[in-house]
C-alpha cells in the first residue's frame, strides 16, 4: 500500500492546492503514480471538524489527516493528532521543543517524525551536529520531494547511525506535485491509528516516483 | 496566433515552456520598468552590499515570465490571476526552464478558466519559482 | 531579537497614492522589459483592431506602481527593513488603458512567523488595491514580505 505521507492543501498558507484537485490528479495519473492515499500535514495548525470520507468515497483515496510543526531541531511530522496532543501543545508555536513533541506524542498515542531531516536550518541532520541526538523518534522522512540536490542524501548517515525508519513523502504545495514521493507499507494502512502502528512498526520504505513523472513530461 | 479552445486542452497538459538565460542588462531593464530601485537588482557590487551573492532577478520579473507561458500560448487566453512563491534566489545569466501544467478545468455560465501550475527551475531542475495561474479561455 | 509584531495594524490602510495618467509609452516599456510578444500589450495599432478596442497593460502590469510607502513606517525597527519579497498574488481585474488615473490603497493583510532554511521569519502581507477613475478595480496584489 502506498501513501504520501507528506502533503499541504491550501489550508496551508503556502500552498495552492486545493484538497480535491490533489485527489482528481491521482485519479487521472494512476498509471504513472499509484498512490493508495494522502496524509494531509498542514503547517502550524490542526482542524479537529475536518472530515473528508465524502472525498475518499468519490474518488476511492484514502486521505488521512497529520501535522507539521516547527520545532528547536526543525519541522516535526505528527501523525495520529488527537485533542490530548493539541492540547498539550500549540501547534502555532514555532519554538516548539522537539524532544518534548517527540515524547509526549509518542505518550499520548501519535507518532512524531521529523520531515526534511537533510535540508538546513529546519532539518534535523544539522541540528544533531551541535545538540544531542532526541530519544524517542523512530522514524524519519528519508525523501522528501520538495528537497534539493544532496539533501534527501544526506539523511542516509542519519539512518543508519540511529536505526531510524525511512518514509517519503511528496511535500506537495502545487497540484502536480502530490505523490511524487511516497511511503511503500507491507501492510495495509486504512486508518491514522493503523498509520501510527505501522510507522512504528518499521514494515515500510520510501518510494521515489520523480523520474517517471519527469519522463512522461511532454508539450501540449 | 490563432485561439486554442477549451474543449481542446485536457488536464495534465504542458503548455509550451519558455527556456530562456536573462543577462544581467535585461534584469536591470526590468527593473527600472517596475519601478524597482534596489541596489540588488541592478549589479553584483549592489546585491553584494546587501549581503547577497550577487545581482539578483526581481520575484516580479519572475512573475512576469510566467504570464508570458500564457500570452504566447494561444491568443484570447486572459490571465484572471497568478500567484507565486519565490523558494529560492534567482540569478542572471544562470538558465532556466519556465512551465506550466494545466491541473484543473471548468466550465460555467461565466467562462471556460482553467488552472496550471507554474514552475521556474534551473538546469538541475530545481524549483525556484513555483506557482498558480487562472486563465480564461475562450470556448 | 523580539519578533512581537502588533497584529493591530492588520487592516489599517498604510499607503494611499494617486498615479500620474497611464501612458502607452509606460505600458510598452513594461512589456519590452520582459520580453512580452502578446500584441495586446505591445502593438496598438494591431491592439486597436483586437478585443479590446486598444492598447492594454500586461497581466503584470500593476506590480509597476509603487505607492509612496511601501510599508507602514510603524513596523518595529528590529524585524529589519530590508525584507525580501517572498511571494506574489495578483488578481487581475478590468484592463489598465493609456490614459487611465489609477489609485492603489496598501493595507497590512496579514502577519505571521514561521521557520524554513533561513531560520526564523516573519512574513507581513501587504495587500495592494489599484483603482481606475470610474472606481473599477484593475487589481489586488498581495506582496509577501520576509524579514528576518
Known amino acids: 500500500m502506498i501513501l504520501d505521507l507528506h502533503a499541504h492543501s491550501d489550508a496551508s498558507e503556502d500552498s495552492r492546492a486545493p484538497l480535491e484537485s490533489y485527489l482528481k490528479w491521482l485519479q487521472r495519473k494512476r498509471d504513472l503514480l499509484p498512490i493508495d492515499g494522502i496524509v494531509l500535514t498542514e503547517h502550524r495548525q490542526w482542524d479537529a471538524a475536518a472530515d473528508y470520507r465524502d472525498l ?6 484514502l486521505i488521512l489527516r497529520g501535522a507539521e510543526v516547527e520545532t528547536d531541531y526543525g519541522h516535526i511530522l505528527v501523525y495520529g493528532v488527537n485533542d490530548d496532543i493539541t492540547r498539550r501543545f500549540d501547534f502555532t508555536n514555532v519554538r516548539l521543543s522537539a524532544q518534548e513533541v517527540v515524547s509526549e506524542v509518542t505518550r499520548l498515542g501519535g507518532v512524531a ?5 537533510g535540508r538546513p536550518t529546519i532539518g534535523l541532520c544539522e541540528h544533531y551536529e551541535r545538540k544531542p541526538p532526541l530519544d524517542g523518534v523512530v522514524a524519519v522522512e528519508a525523501l522528501n520531494g520538495g528537497s534539493r540536490r544532496g539533501e534527501n542524501e544526506r539523511v542516509q548517515g542519519l ?9 517519503g513523502g511528496s511535500d506537495a504545495h502545487l497540484v502536480s506535485l502530490i505523490g511524487i514521493c511516497a511511503t511503500e507499507f507491507d501492510d495495509d494502512v486504512r486508518s491514522v491509528e493503523q498509520l501510527v502502528a505501522a510507522l512504528q512498526g518499521g514494515r515500510y520504505r520510501p518510494v521515489d516516483f520523480r523520474e ?3 519522463a512522461a513530461r511532454g508539450g501540449a | 496566433m490563432s485561439a486554442l479552445s477549451f474543449d481542446a486542452v485536457d488536464v495534465g497538459d504542458e503548455l509550451p515552456q519558455l527556456e530562456l538565460t536573462l ?21 553584483d557590487e549592489a546585491a553584494k552590499a546587501e549581503g547577497l551573492p550577487g545581482q539578483i532577478v526581481p520575484g516580479n520579473l519572475s512573475v512576469a515570465l510566467f504570464s508570458r507561458l500564457f500570452t504566447g500560448w494561444s491568443a484570447g487566453v486572459r490571465l484572471k490571476r497568478i500567484s507565486a512563491t519565490f523558494r529560492a534566489l534567482v540569478r542572471p545569466n544562470v538558465p532556466l526552464r519556465i512551465s506550466a501544467v494545466v491541473t484543473e478545468k471548468h466550465a460555467s455560465d461565466h467562462g471556460n478558466f482553467l488552472e496550471c501550475d507554474l514552475v521556474l527551475e534551473n538546469a538541475e531542475g530545481e524549483r525556484l519559482v513555483t506557482g498558480t495561474a487562472s486563465v480564461e479561455l475562450p470556448g | 531579537m523580539s519578533r512581537t509584531i502588533d497584529r493591530s495594524m492588520v487592516g489599517e490602510e498604510f499607503d494611499h497614492t494617486e498615479f500620474p495618467r497611464i501612458t502607452e509609452a ?14 495586446r500589450y505591445t502593438d496598438p495599432a494591431a491592439a486597436a483592431r483586437g478585443p479590446d478596442g486598444g492598447l492594454i497593460a500586461p497581466p503584470t502590469f500593476a506590480v ?4 509612496r510607502h511601501f510599508m507602514p513606517r510603524e513596523l518595529p525597527r528590529n524585524i529589519g527593513r530590508n525584507g525580501f519579497d517572498a511571494g506574489k498574488d495578483i488578481e487581475i481585474g478590468v484592463p489598465i488603458r493609456p490614459g487611465d488615473v489609477l489609485t492603489a490603497s496598501s493595507t497590512v493583510h496579514d502577519i505571521y512567523e514561521k521557520t524554513g532554511r533561513s531560520g526564523t521569519m516573519t512574513f507581513i502581507v501587504f ?4 483603482t481606475n477613475q470610474r472606481g473599477e478595480t484593475a487589481a489586488v496584489v498581495d506582496q509577501k514580505m520576509m524579514f528576518r
Open chain 3, 64 to 67: 509597476s506602481l509603487r505607492g
Open chain 2, 23 to 43: 543577462s544581467g542588462e535585461q534584469v536591470r531593464g526590468y527593473a527600472q520598468a517596475a519601478d524597482m530601485p534596489g541596489g540588488r537588482f541592478m549589479s
Open chain 1, 56 to 61: 475518499e468515497d468519490r474518488y476511492g483515496i
Open chain 1, 113 to 117: 517524525a521529523p520531515c526534511h531531516p
Open chain 1, 212 to 214: 517517471q513523472v519527469r
Open chain 3, 26 to 39: 509606460q505600458i510598452l516599456a513594461y512589456a519590452a522589459s520582459y520580453g512580452e510578444t502578446d500584441p
Open chain 3, 127 to 130: 495587500r495592494t488595491t489599484v
Open chain 1, 159 to 167: 539512518i543508519e547511525r540511529h536505526g531510524y525508519g525511512a518514509f
